[in-house]
């Protein structure tokens, strides 16, 4: 049966034997959401939970779509197969994915990784859902790491990033990225630092920026309650300088994990994030067509003429949804 005509169940049997155009179809329902991407969801669950998830973040230009092409041409040579989720930012015109980083991605990497982009869409709602989404079809489907690429240093890559088993946060030296990344809480979700463009001025001075916040941390208490410090690794993206030591620091953390009995608490973490997100949606769209009805534009006329506080009527609105 060809791709187009194949049930979602039919599709992800295929993408599990390793059809790649399969794979690619699911992930396209994924990111549009809805109840193929619930039917997805519930057909990959039970067959993932096997590979390593690693985010890559860090400000725009600081060569993280670079360095994951240099990993996804690396790992192949050890065994590995991985695939990249590269979110990013949002065409102003059609509201898909610009693929900026993915075509500097596909320069490098070799022909046996799978490379996704997927937009952003300016808001974190359907985001949220997308993305471990899309990581659970690439678990199940056999890869392994599956690699996420955010777009910059804000709230949303912070989101996905953290919810990583290893996340990996991208300075580089003269652009003041240490302290923006501490500024944006990168600093506390980081499990390994690279400073790329390392064969730069300054490179040396934002490897002693990230170890005084490092140190700051130490005394400050937030440091991890295992005693992980995370390792700054000097790289230059561009010609593979630093790449091999960048995957090792990735998987000495991730031994850190499996040692120390975490990483099943960290995934427990993922997966109660990604519950929350979708109760949030749901609900979102309850109060959505609540307010949109009788009850709603009732409720919004008498707090439009002070007969009830927005607090009061937002109660009321809760009680409605909830049957309470």
Known sequence: MSIRHASLEELFERSQEGERRALGRLLTHVERGGAEADEITELAHPASGKGHIVGITGAPGSGKSTLT????????????????LAVDPSSPLTGGAILGDRIRMDDIAGESAFIRSMATRGHSGGLALAVPGAVRLFDAAGFDPVIIETVGVGQVEVDVAGTADTTVVVVTPGMGDAVQANKAG?????????VNKADRPGANDARRDLELMLELSHVSGQEDESGYRPPIIMSTALDGTGSPEVWEAVQAHYQ??????TLEARRAGRLRMEVKNRVDQLLAVKAEATLSGATGTDLLARAGNRDVSPAEAARTLVATILGV
Do not use: W
């Open 256 to 261: 850190h994990l499996i040692d120390t009995d």
């Open 69 to 84: 092409g240099q990993l996804t041409r690396l790992l192949p040579q050890m065994g590995l197969r991985p695939a990249v």
């Open 186 to 194: 990168l600093l506390e979700v980081a499990d390994v630092f690279v």
